[in-house]
T-cell receptor, first 117, second 115 residues
Framework: GAVVSQHPSWVICKSGTSVKIECRSLDFQATTMFWYRQFPKQSLMLMATSNEGSKATYEQGVEKDKFLINHASLTLSTLTVTSAHPEDSSFYIC?????????????FGPGTRLTVL | AQSVTQLGSHVSVSEGALVLLRCNYSSSVPPYLFWYVQYPNQGLQLLLKYTTGATLVKGINGFEAEFKKSETSFHLTKPSAHMSDAAEYFCAVTVYGGSQGNLIFGKGTKLSVKP
């Protein structure tokens, strides 16, 4: 149980275009989903926290207008990288928590490799 | 605030040898501790976690970790390394009931296994 999927698994796009990444909890309802960014050979950096039906909370230094997050349902959150540039190339990982009070356990998706040319 | 320190960005062992990956944490309240494994171009897979109760925690793939409050440590061990254990390992800390999104990761340790 507690499976999280991401789509696409990899994407290549031209500079200036927008890319949407989906994160789905397949067998549980995720009250909260998290988006992380991972640079090569580095740890995960939390970008934002999204709760179903409300605006995402962004970490300091993360541009809200560039990384649009929508948590439209209890099983789906999307991250849209707008006007992507080569420096946005990275590995994006989402996670979801079932929302059990206090447990804070996150289940991670397989990640999406974004390459901006 | 919580923090995690993983000693050694790269650990290399021979197949069949003991694996020891070190993790020290800092937390002002009782922590929840996790070890995750990441294979190339994949997401994170939970190996094991400590929340409360028994301080020696057994996880998947033969890994275990011991929570030592006096040493603020949560080192990951495996008695006998296998080639398939080669991956990146992350230690993480959070707290019960804490604000969502406060899963703090260490910088990771890359484990190499030599034949």
């Amino acid at each position: 149980g507690a499976v999280v999927s991401q789509h696409p698994s990899w994407v290549i796009c031209k500079s200036g275009t927008s890319v949407k990444i989906e994160c789905r909890s397949l067998d549980f309802q995720a009250t909260t989903m998290f988006w992380y960014r991972q640079f090569p050979k580095q740890s995960l950096m939390l970008m934002a926290t999204s709760n179903e039906g409300s605006k995402a909370t962004y970490e300091q230094g993360v541009e809200k207008d560039k990384f649009l997050i929508n948590h439209a349902s209890l099983t789906l959150s999307t991250l849209t990288v707008t006007s992507a540039h080569p420096e946005d190339s990275s590995f994006y990982i989402c996670s979801a928590t079932p929302g059990t009070s206090g447990s804070n356990e996150q289940f991670f998706g397989p990640g999406t490799r974004l390459t901006v040319l | 605030a919580q923090s995690v320190t993983q000693l050694g960005s790269h650990v290399s062992v021979s197949e069949g040898a003991l694996v020891l990956l070190r993790c020290n944490y800092s937390s002002s309240v009782p922590p929840y501790l996790f070890w995750y494994v990441q294979y190339p171009n994949q997401g994170l897979q939970l190996l094991l976690k400590y929340t409360t109760g028994a301080t020696l925690v057994k996880g998947i793939n033969g890994f275990e970790a011991e929570f030592k409050k006096s040493e603020t440590s949560f080192h990951l061990t495996k008695p006998s390394a296998h080639m398939s254990d080669a991956a990146e390992y992350f230690c993480a800390v959070t707290v019960y009931g804490g604000s969502q999104g406060n899963l703090i990761f260490g910088k990771g340790t890359k484990l190499s296994v030599k034949p």
